[in-house]
């Protein structure tokens, strides 16, 4: 059974990148079958899209974080990162990674438990 | 793609059939998927294809729509599923989610 669990830092600064990592198992993040995903919820609102990368292909972003959001995969760990950089307390989140179906109308599913990112001095 | 569903927050009874709605800013063929959240967990999904009801979902669980106009319906609400919905439109980027239903217990 895939499971994904995200890590990185829970307090980052303003300015600063917000880096995450999600590592997968129980399944290849190289299969023609999924893509990888990154969302998000801030606290007591409703989810964002961050963006999705297929493992040899290039990432779809949200626009409205384009500038500032690099989504990677690393294929000899079995994981796939996100960075976010100038971050601002609005980057504050719970940010979850996801797989998503490689067809047409492709869903999420499953999702890592999230972790939550704030964004203080 | 705007995704706007209907009602915002919602009260009802257990044994209660509930429908919920989610409209699309323009078509979005079939790629719309349902998902429900309890406090402090990640979303889980419901239904995937407007209608295709997930492995291991409750059959009260139900999807219909195409286009601009979707539902989700409960048919016998149990105690398990009050939470808050989501639907989620899977056709063009960016990948856009309503804003959310939350159910609670009258």
């Known amino acids: 059974q895939l499971q994904l669990q995200e890590s990185g830092p829970g307090l980052v600064k303003p300015s600063e990148t917000l880096s995450l990592t999600c590592s997968v198992s129980g399944g290849s993040i190289s299969s023609s079958s999924y893509h990888w995903g990154w969302i998000r919820q801030p606290p007591g609102r409703e989810l964002e899209w961050i963006g999705t990368?297929?493992?040899?292909?290039?990432?779809y972003y949200n626009p409205s974080l384009k500038s500032r959001v690099t989504i990677s995969i690393d294929t000899s760990k079995n994981q796939f990162s996100l960075k976010l950089s100038s971050v601002t307390a609005a980057d504050t989140a719970v940010y979850y990674c996801a797989r998503r179906m490689n067809v047409a109308g492709g869903w999420f599913d499953p999702w890592g438990r999230g972790t939550l990112v704030t964004v203080s001095s | 793609i705007q995704l706007t569903q209907s009602p915002s927050s919602l009260s009802a009874s257990v044994g209660d059939r509930v429908t919920i709605t989610c409209r699309a800013s323009q078509g979005i063929s079939s790629y719309l998927a349902w998902y429900q959240q309890k406090p402090g967990k990640a979303p889980k999904l419901l239904i995937y294809a407007a209608s295709t009801l997930q492995s291991g979902v409750p059959s009260r669980f139900s999807g219909s729509g195409s286009g601009t106009d979707f539902t989700l319906t409960i048919s016998s609400l149990q105690p398990e599923d009050f939470a808050t919905y989501y639907c989620l439109q899977l056709n063009y980027y960016p990948l856009t989610f309503g804003q959310g239903t939350r159910l609670e217990i009258k």
């Open positions: 990368m297929y493992y040899s292909g290039s990432p």
